[in-house]
């Protein structure tokens, strides 16, 4: 699942453009700290970034500056100002595309997805991002996303979440998540496991997830 980033300062903008996204099966984050713009950005680390010009504090240029210091993420100016110079700003600073306000919701996703599929291959993605019933797992920097809330894993606890996920609806028995976790399970304890389990099942359900992974006595452990 592809993030995308808003950085509109107009809420009913905002609004419209992240129910349309999400509908589209998008993940959506808003800035409304408009001094906050990078450090989002750093936190949410999106695929792709809609960029207003017109912002509080810095405009989009500033930002879209300060983005490109350090990231090649691909960058959509949604603007009402629509002259050719505004234009010519927007991709010398890094811009990829403009869109000019107001805009037809249909030819801004399709300007999204085709962004998107020039800049990731969407085979690669598939591999990188993995996500079932509420739980989003990237693969590439080996984070965890549970509904609305990133959650801090320990490297075990995320190893054990991504085999669950990626078997979901398999038993996994206990011998083969410790083969999984440590090269040579003869040397660990059996219990090692079951702690892990518990401590990743506590953090699943304080993020808002409950019985997220069941025990199948005798068998093992299973994601639904």
Not at 54 to 59: F, H
Not at 103 to 126: C, G, H, P, V
Request: aromatic share 10%; glycine share 4%.
């Amino acid at each position: 699942m592809f993030k995308i980033m808003i950085v509109e300062d107009e809420e009913n903008i905002r609004d419209l453009l992240s129910d349309a996204l999400e509908k589209w099966n998008f993940q959506t984050y808003a800035t409304t700290d408009f001094n906050l713009v990078l450090t989002d950005y750093l936190e949410q680390q999106p695929h792709l970034i809609l960029l207003d010009i017109n912002l509080p504090v810095y405009d989009g240029f500033y930002w879209c500056q300060k983005i490109r210091d350090i990231s090649k993420v691909p960058i959509i100016f949604i603007s009402s100002r629509n002259t050719n110079m505004d234009m010519i700003m927007a991709m010398n600073m890094g811009g990829d595309d403009f869109v000019n306000k107001p805009f037809s919701m249909d030819i801004l996703i399709a300007k999204i997805n085709a962004l998107l599929r020039r800049t990731y291959n969407y085979s690669e993605q598939a591999s990188e991002i993995l996500e079932h019933n509420g739980i989003l797992l990237n693969m590439e920097n080996s984070t965890c996303q549970i509904q609305d809330t990133t959650v801090d894993l320990s490297k075990n606890e995320y190893k054990l979440l991504y085999h669950l996920m990626k078997n979901h609806g398999k038993i996994l028995s206990r011998e083969k998540l410790l083969r999984k976790l440590w090269d040579d399970e003869r040397f660990v304890d059996d219990n090692t496991l079951t702690v892990n389990i518990n401590r990743l099942r506590k953090k699943i359900e304080q993020a808002g997830i409950k019985n997220y992974i069941e025990t199948k006595v005798g068998q093992g452990y299973i994601v639904p």
